[in-house]
């Protein structure tokens, strides 16, 4: 294998900064590769063994088992590396200068997130020469414990990764999603029929939201929930911010929770077209308002509440082309929610109760 192919087989950075200084030795193999060639040694490994990166990167792993100790562990250790499963085995190896190691090897399987195997690990615990195989009870508690620590190790080094590439592909999307909007909002800017250039700016508008929810959601503590207060707070702050200063107040009452994150899509766009149109229609020709926000548990889940002080909406079904609304309608029957719209005489009251489960939402 020459040395350009040997770098594009590189485990990805984290996994390998993961494995770099453990105490125990680990080796990396490819096994899709005819004799798993070995990718990546860690400095344990190399300080067990007596080679270095340079000498055992791109060969046979076989390298390291000492001839004549047996072919029985060897043959398991190929077998479960080629059906990726894990494994335990004695292997007596073989070091630089010739002399023998033996250990217990843990192989462990890496999965991508679509369930391919990748990488095989394994991971040496090394217990002394092939002349020492006998240990007191005080050496094999201490062994014991080490291969726990090995394998708690081993498997959080393999979550690490599995994160590592979740956040990846959610730092595309959130991307992709701005790009998105930045040009349906270019083309906006271009168009000359009004209706149209409407059209594409609120559509701009949803994008961005959606891409503020991912945004959210990939720097929380805890990826798997959707923090609404700050959503909110700064999805209501943009809005309010686009009109004059001082022409509308804004009041906002939302509790620090968090949602579900398969929500998070469907409550973004709601908001985002709730407060939308009470920014848009409320405050015609620089009337000036109060913009309300109260967003909190109620006992039958959750509770979000829009109003204004405004000139009113016309409340009765609504028209055809109407689509802000009717994706305001959609969106509440997606999250199995009810939907009240009330005359405030001045202003309009919004209000949505929708079903959230007490495990499913929690407190930030």
């Known amino acids: 294998m020459s040395a350009s192919e040997r770098t594009a087989d590189l485990p990805d950075a984290p996994l390998r900064a993961a494995f770099q200084f453990m105490r125990m030795p680990v080796l990396m193999v490819d096994p899709h590769r005819m004799h798993a060639p070995v990718l990546f040694a860690n400095k344990a490994l190399l300080d067990l063994t007596g080679y270095s990166q340079e000498e055992i990167s791109g060969r046979n792993w076989h390298l390291l088992h000492m001839p004549g100790s047996g072919m029985d562990a060897l043959n398991a250790i190929d077998g479960a590396m080629h059906d990726g499963e894990a494994l335990e085995a004695g292997f007596v190896g073989r070091r630089k200068d010739g002399s023998a190691f033996k250990c217990c090897l843990a192989l462990s399987p890496v999965h991508d997130e679509a369930g391919h195997l990748r990488r095989v690990t394994l991971v ?201 609304k009717t994706l305001i309608t959609m969106l509440v029957q997606q999250l199995k929610g009810q939907l009240t719209w009330r005359d405030q005489k001045p202003g309009t009251l919004a209000e949505i109760v929708m079903p959230v489960d007490a495990q499913e939402m929690k407190f930030e």
């Open 124 to 324: 040496l615990t090394d217990i002394g020469s092939a002349q020492h195989s006998e240990r007191d009870g005080t050496e094999t508690s201490g062994h014991l414990e080490e291969q726990v620590e090995r394998r708690t190790v081993a498997l959080q080094a393999a979550l690490d990764w599995r994160t590592a590439q979740l956040h990846e592909v959610e730092h595309r999307i959130k991307n992709t999603l701005q790009m998105t909007a930045s040009l349906v909002l270019l083309k906006a800017r271009r168009m000359r029929d009004p209706e149209a250039r409407k059209v594409l700016q609120e559509t701009a508008e949803r994008v961005s939201a959606l891409s503020a929810a991912h945004r959210l959601l990939s720097v929380a503590g805890d990826a798997g929930r959707f923090n609404l207060k700050e959503f909110t707070s700064e999805l209501a702050g943009e809005l309010v911010t686009a009109l004059p200063t001082g022409q509308v107040e804004l009041d906002l009452d939302v509790q620090p929770l968090g949602v579900p994150a398969p929500k998070a899509t469907a409550l973004a766009l709601l908001l985002n077209e709730l407060i939308g149109n009470a920014v848009k229609h409320a405050f015609p020709n620089g009337r000036r308002g109060r913009l309300t926000i109260a967003i909190g548990r109620t006992e039958n889940g959750l509770k979000i509440a829009v109003e204004d002080d405004g000139v009113g909406l016309d409340h009765a079904p609504p028209a055809e082309g109407s689509f802000g």
